[in-house]
């Protein structure tokens, strides 16, 4: 069994939650029994850097922080939770060596001559990258994500369900994208940046379902539930199987990204195998209480 290498870069970093996100996939992968899962040798480091040019090179020196102890906390939080266990899974995570990566501010602009798997390009916005052998596959979750949690709150996007979005930047544009490609219509939200690119027929002007602040606003959205990409609201509550707050926290955001990223760009053959985003988001909350706090400081 390979290795597996990830790492976040952006600046700052040091609190980034994604390698926690990362050890908890990998440990429930491995209680499903996919093949190739290496915890043992497998890291996660934070980068922090201002290119993506920098972040690579500081990989490939070997001059990074590892994550000492997380994989093995990891391990006993997903052993005791609910997860499925073991179902004789014949899938397994690619064995190539690649090295795998989550961009962050200000790294997320910083695109190169990369093969895109979405229209990241065009969006101005990469957060998810697959580097193997001087090739990088590059891709935005963003939008995706939001998808996936509103679908979680229940609201049905792909009937005409309306986005109330503030923001203009690259996030912004990856989100409505997303929105809009899953059927539904985006109301936009004046912020530091106008949105623009919005066809005509998919811009609404009231009536809707869920909101996405992505400049925090000072404003509130008129909208039954609001995704603040900012930490600051614990793990809401889940009522069968559905997502019941008005204020979604942005740990749901960063590991609805994650799940995006595993299934559509570094490993899309385990995909079936990875945890649900509500079993994922609340391994998080215990891992993040658990696991020495020198992990999360400077």
């Not at 073991?86 to 961009?103: K, R």
């Not at 009937?159 to 989100?175: D, H, I, N, P, Q």
């Not at 539904?184 to 919005?198: A, D, F, M, S």
Request: with cysteine; net charge negative; proline share 5%.
């Amino acid at each position: 069994m390979a290795p597996t290498t990830f790492a976040v870069a952006g600046h700052p970093i040091h609190g980034s939650a994604s390698p926690h996100l990362f050890h908890l996939v990998l440990a429930h992968l491995a209680r499903r029994g996919v093949r190739g899962v290496n915890l043992d040798a497998s890291t996660a480091v934070r980068l922090d850097v201002t290119s993506v040019e920098e972040a690579l090179a500081a990989i490939h020196a070997g001059t990074v922080r590892c994550d000492t102890g997380l994989s093995s906390a990891a391990v006993e939080v997903v052993h005791s939770s609910t997860s499925p266990s073991e179902d004789g899974a014949v899938v397994g995570i690619p064995s190539d060596g690649a090295l795998w990566l989550s961009l962050t501010s200000p790294l997320k602009h910083d695109i190169g001559a990369w093969h895109h798997l979405d229209d990241s390009k065009a969006w101005r916005s990469v957060n998810t990258l697959r580097v193997l052998n001087g090739r990088i596959e590059a891709m935005s979750t963003d939008g995706l994500a939001v998808v996936r949690i509103a679908r979680l709150r229940g609201v049905a996007v792909d009937k005409g369900a309306v986005l109330a979005l503030r923001g203009g930047g690259g996030a912004a544009r990856s989100t409505a994208q997303a929105w809009i490609a899953a059927g539904g219509r985006v109301l936009p939200i004046h912020g530091r940046r106008e949105l623009q690119g919005i066809p005509p027929e998919s811009l609404a002007r009231h009536g809707a379902a869920f909101g996405v602040d992505v400049d925090g606003g000072a404003s509130k959205l008129e909208a039954p539930c609001v995704l603040h990409p900012a930490y600051r609201l614990g793990e809401p509550p889940l009522a069968g199987g559905r997502l019941e707050s008005d204020a979604i926290d942005g740990r749901w955001m960063l590991a609805a990204q994650h799940l995006e990223a595993w299934s559509r760009c570094w490993a899309p053959d385990v995909a079936a195998f990875l945890p649900e985003l509500s079993r994922l988001v609340a391994d998080l909350v215990t891992l993040e209480a658990r696991v020495d706090a020198a992990w999360l400081d400077p």
